[in-house]
Nanobody, 124 residues
Framework: QVRLVESGGGLVQTGDSLRLSCTAS????????MGWFRQAPGKEREFVAAISASSSLTYYEDFVKGRFTISRDNTKSTMYLQMNSLKPEDTAVYYC?????????????????WGQGTRVTVSA
């Protein structure tokens, strides 16, 4: 069982930046593709970004391209999401997830382990 803990959320203003972190409890983190998802109030959970185990591949949803950057440091068992130029529509609870197979995916159902989420609120 892999335990994931997110941190770094908070209340910011439009145009500000935040960096989210996701730390895993096991060294096997380095073998797992990872992803960030978010869920806004009253909406379904949606894909934000994903990264392969070696960081050689990254995927982004269109609405964050050019603003968000996903990265990971396997030596620290930690994944990051650098969020720049934040907008009110980025307000959501952000979740990190790990997938127990080698290929990275965009759909939430393909991920096996989830964190508890960290809240990001962007004021206008």
């Amino acid at each position: 069982q892999v335990r994931l803990v997110e941190s770094g959320g908070g209340l910011v203003q439009t145009g500000d930046s935040l960096r989210l972190s996701c730390t895993a409890s096991q060294r096997t983190f380095s073998t797992y593709p990872m992803g960030w998802f978010r869920q806004a109030p009253g909406k379904e959970r949606e894909f934000v970004a994903a990264i392969s185990a070696s960081s050689s591949l990254t995927y982004y949803e269109d609405f964050v391209k050019g603003r968000f950057t996903i990265s990971r440091d396997n030596t620290k068992s930690t994944m990051y999401l650098q969020m720049n130029s934040l907008k009110p529509e980025d307000t959501a609870v952000y979740y990190c997830a790990a997938r127990a197979y080698s290929n990275i995916m965009r759909d939430a159902a393909s991920y096996h382990y989830w964190g508890q989420g960290t809240r990001v609120t962007v004021s206008a």
